[in-house]
């Protein structure tokens, strides 16, 4: 059990409301049929209607509801980003430790240079010439080619191949495509997160850059040369091209697709299925195919 008093510690919430709970024995999801007092939930600041029809438990919720249309049989913690707030609480009083080890079926080769507290799961394989940090998560069937270089904290899931060949080709004379040699190789920095399913590719000369706390989705692929600045956020299925340049803290929306050498400023939001055909100036919207900007953000 958790004392309630030491969530509100934790997450200082602007005004408590309703019968106080001094316990919960878990979380659970938004749930208006829920009768259990020792139960912690959350609403979002999006959907505030939805904290109305609640009936009991600890609820971290938006500050800007109706303080009379509460259920009194429940104890409201009301916050600025009931979001951030929950998150919390998570990371303070119910985070898993992530599991530590190399399992039995994984190839690693002899060159590579591990660092602490790692986990590698079943089938990994990494190349030779790799540097893999500290306290990093390497998922089932995951493939890291050679001359990767992963930061300290770096999460990757299932079956994604880090620093594979770029789909880089020349038309000779004879009219055929060659491949161009790829020399490069890809550099994970600190606390970067990778879903599954996900393609990285090394650079033809140089680096693929994916920077400080960049975090990844499932199904994205990211072209050789490409560079991602810090706290951006690429969504599932995105397609960023060759050498594209994307600034700090963007969101790069699911479906995106971004062509070859573009450069994508800082703080840019790119809406859902977006194909972006210019590039992007730092604090703007866009949206579209062709993608165009729609808002200027204040900043």
Request: glycine residues 10%; aromatic residues 4%.
């Amino acid at each position: 059990m958790i004392s309630v008093d030491q969530i509100v510690r934790v997450v200082s919430p602007a005004k408590l409301h309703g019968k106080k709970i001094e316990y919960v024995e878990g979380l659970i999801q938004l749930d208006p049929s829920n009768t259990v007092d020792r139960v912690l939930m959350w609403v979002s600041a999006k959907r505030p209607d939805s904290i109305y029809s609640l009936q009991a438990g600890v609820i971290i919720g938006p500050l800007s509801v109706d303080l009379s249309r509460l259920n009194s049989n429940c104890y409201f913690l009301l916050c600025e980003n009931p979001r951030s707030a929950f998150q919390q609480v998570v990371e303070t009083f119910f985070k898993v430790d992530h599991p530590v080890g190399i399992s039995e079926s994984s190839k690693i080769h002899e060159s590579v240079v591990l660092g602490n507290d790692i986990f590698v799961g079943e089938h990994v394989v990494i190349e030779k010439n790799c540097v893999i940090g500290d306290r990093c998560v390497i998922s089932h069937g995951t493939v890291i080619r050679q001359g990767t270089v992963i930061g300290n904290d770096v999460v990757l899931g299932s079956n994604n191949v880090i620093g594979g060949t770029g789909f880089g080709y020349e038309k000779g004379e004879d009219g055929d495509f060659n491949l161009i040699t790829h020399l490069g190789n890809v550099v994970v920095e600190d606390r970067v997160e990778i879903g599954s399913n996900s393609c990285i590719d090394r650079a033809v000369l140089g680096s693929t850059l994916i920077r400080k706390n960049v975090k990844i989705d499932n199904l994205v692929h990211i072209a050789h040369g490409v560079e991602i600045g810090e706290n951006t956020l690429v969504i599932g299925c995105a397609q960023i091209a060759g050498s594209v340049k994307i600034g700090k803290n963007c969101w790069i929306a699911p479906s995106v697709s971004i062509i070859q050498k573009i450069v994508i400023g800082d703080n840019v939001t790119i809406g859902i299925g977006s194909v972006v055909l210019k590039s992007i100036d730092s604090n703007q919207v866009a949206f579209g195919n062709p993608c165009r900007v729609v808002e200027h953000k204040k900043v």
